[in-house]
């Protein structure tokens, strides 16, 4: 009699397939090889206890959807499944921009998945990459066979350079490039499933974590007077890949000082402002 594996966590790796009609499931043709999924059910569950006794006599159920969350070392490959460029004053086609997949991962099929948020961070030792994903209702079946990931190249922290206002600065510890609520969906009486997704407001924030040093240009004091909205550039070069990220800030509430490897530091955070045709613009080549 042959030897019938578990679903063991070990080979779960998150498989995504791009869907030409949303919700309708696909098969997955992309691996992902730097990133891991990890799949969360949701179901909206309503109880109700009527006087004279103690305990809920009834309880129903609503919405059912699934929530996918997604981290790893940032790659040239992997990433561009999930850093999109973001428009904030039109609507997009997120079937034309293949922005809703079926995802595959822990043991689950889920279509109609999109990201609705996502999360960049650097430091001096790496550039991870996190975020979430929100899809239907998932289904337990098989993976996809025979997909193997594309070979990985990380991006390299010591070559990450950062431009505000078109300046470039130099003595940074970490930063955090970070957009949420870019989509939701949308559920209609008679049914418990997403019916569609939607583009919401998106909050969109970017901090660093500089010396705070005032003898050398540019300084921490000259971020903290930039008053008006700025150009803001990360620009990651590994090898002959390069990954551009753009977009608009102007400068927010400032965080805390602290000691840093026994230097005095500071972190700055900026808001992402609107901006006509592309708010934040990505490039990867």
Known sequence: MA????VETAFQKGQLGVETAYGT???ATIALGSVTLTPSLKKTVNKFTPRGVLLP???????ESTEVGFDGIATYEDIAYFVKAIKSDAQVDPLTGQLIYTVEAGGLQIPGCIVTGWTLKGNRDEVTLSGTMLGKKGIIAAPTAALTPATQTPISAAGVAIKINSV?????FEWELALSELWGGVTFVGSSQFANVLQKAITGTFKIKTENDSGTAPSAQALLELGSTVPVEIKATTGAKVLTIGFDAQVGEPGSFSDEEGVYAIEHNFNIMNKATT???VSIV
């Not at 006599?57 to 919405?63: I, R, S, Y």
Request: neutral net charge; charged residues 10%; glycine residues 4%.
């Open 3 to 6: 030897f019938v594996h578990e």
């Open 25 to 27: 499931a696909v098969a």
């Open 57 to 63: 006599t009834v309880q129903t159920t609503g919405v």
């Open 168 to 172: 470039t600065y130099t003595k940074i």
């Open 279 to 281: 708010a934040v613009s």
